[in-house]
Nanobody, 120 residues
Framework: QVQLVESGGGEVQVGESLTLSCAAS????????VDWYRQAPGKSREFVAR?????????????SYLDTVKGRFTISRDDAKNVVYLQMNDLKLDDTAVYHC????????WGPGTQVTVSS
């Protein structure tokens, strides 16, 4: 049984930073490519960031990002803790959304995620 729990969301002001966590149980997170998605009110779920599995990494971990967050967001992982992070800097109003993590190759049931609200 795989369980993914997002945390770290909250309300911040424009320009501030926030770090989200995705904690996994029931799997060895190091063997999985992990994605972050977000869904804003009235919009469909949107890809945000991806990080390669640690087991497949040859020269550092490959990552990819949505164009609008590139340079501001950083995805990383701590395999010893079975956690993937999303560090979000210089937050903007458009970053407001519910954020979810999931396994790229074995998509799990979408949970409640964690709410990020950016206010001016």
């Amino acid at each position: 049984q795989v369980q993914l729990v997002e945390s770290g969301g909250g309300e911040v002001q424009v320009g501030e930073s926030l770090t989200l966590s995705c904690a996994a149980s029931g799997i060895r997170f190091a063997d999985n490519m992990v994605d972050w998605y977000r869904q804003a009110p009235g919009k469909s779920r949107e890809f945000v960031a991806r990080i390669d599995s640690s087991s497949s990494a040859s020269s550092g971990l490959g990552t990819s990002y949505l164009d609008t967050v590139k340079g501001r967001f950083t995805i990383s992982r701590d395999d010893a803790k079975n956690v993937v992070y999303l560090q979000m800097n210089d937050l903007k109003l458009d970053d407001t959304a519910v954020y979810h993590c999931n396994l790229s190759a074995r998509v799990q049931r979408w949970g409640p995620g964690t709410q990020v609200t950016v206010s001016s």
